[in-house]
């Protein structure tokens, strides 16, 4: 069990252009976090899935993102013609008892930069 | 309104000194978790330490303790023995949402925490 995996660590792009992040979680968690850091922000979260379910999403979600986790394994994020504003560090976590203190496993994040 | 707040943007201590680093939280919820974490300059966060609501004696992981004042809304972080390592970010969360639900975390805004040699 190797954690939390985040795929690309970085990622340039140009405004208006497409981009997907991939998350593979520790491989016994059942649910599955989308959380949103800009500069000099705590993480703000964003969407959150119960195996291959997205139960919720948050406000902060717009239109051009959309979240998947097929068969409850991994799961991607893509955000759809991208702004400046998207520019943030995209953190993904997992859990199995999220009420429990060790129950949330981070990821290290893709950092995305809109030029 | 915030429903965590962490005043110290930034924080400087002493090799080997101790440091409280401040957080205070808003809920109306009696069950609910706190958390400390740490963010290197590599971007992971990292886990410290945990106080549930109902837990009566203060957490303790190490060098990390919880100062959990609950009448007051509050939960300190008391890093011991301070090491050049620790220069980080540190972030208290609280978890918010059903039991059974989502269960997501709130974050403050972090304090910058700088050891000094």
């Known amino acids: 069990d190797t954690g939390v995996s985040q795929d690309p660590r970085h990622k340039i792009t140009k405004r208006g252009q497409n981009v997907t992040f991939r998350c593979d979680p520790i491989s016994e968690h059942n649910r599955l976090y989308w959380y949103r850091q800009t500069l000099g922000q705590g993480p703000e979260f964003l969407t959150y899935?119960?195996?291959?379910?997205?139960?919720?999403k948050s406000r902060l979600l717009s239109d051009r993102f959309s979240a998947e986790r097929p068969k409850g394994s991994f799961s991607t994020l893509e955000i759809q013609r991208t702004e400046q504003g998207d520019s943030a560090m995209y953190l993904c976590?997992?859990?199995?008892?999220?009420?429990?203190?060790?129950?949330?496993?981070f990821g290290s994040g893709t950092r995305l930069t809109v030029v | 309104a915030q429903k965590i707040t962490q005043t110290q943007p930034g924080m400087f201590v002493q090799e080997k000194e101790a440091v409280t680093l401040d957080c205070t939280y808003d809920t109306s919820d009696q069950s609910y978790g706190l958390f400390w974490y740490k963010q290197p300059s590599s971007g992971e966060m990292i886990f410290l330490i945990y106080q549930g609501s109902y837990d009566e004696q203060n957490a303790t992981e190490g060098r990390y303790s919880l100062n959990f004042q609950k009448a007051r809304k509050s939960a300190n972080l008391v890093i011991s023995a301070s090491q050049l390592g620790d220069s980080a970010m540190y972030f208290c969360?609280?978890?918010?949402?059903?039991?059974?639900?989502?269960?997501?975390?709130?974050f403050g805004k972090g304090t910058k925490l700088t050891v000094n040699p």
């Open positions: 976590a997992s859990s199995h008892l999220p009420g429990t203190a060790y129950g949330y496993t």
């Open positions: 969360a609280m978890r918010e949402g059903p039991q059974g639900g989502s269960e997501k975390l709130v």
């Open positions: 899935f119960q195996n291959e379910a997205q139960l919720e």
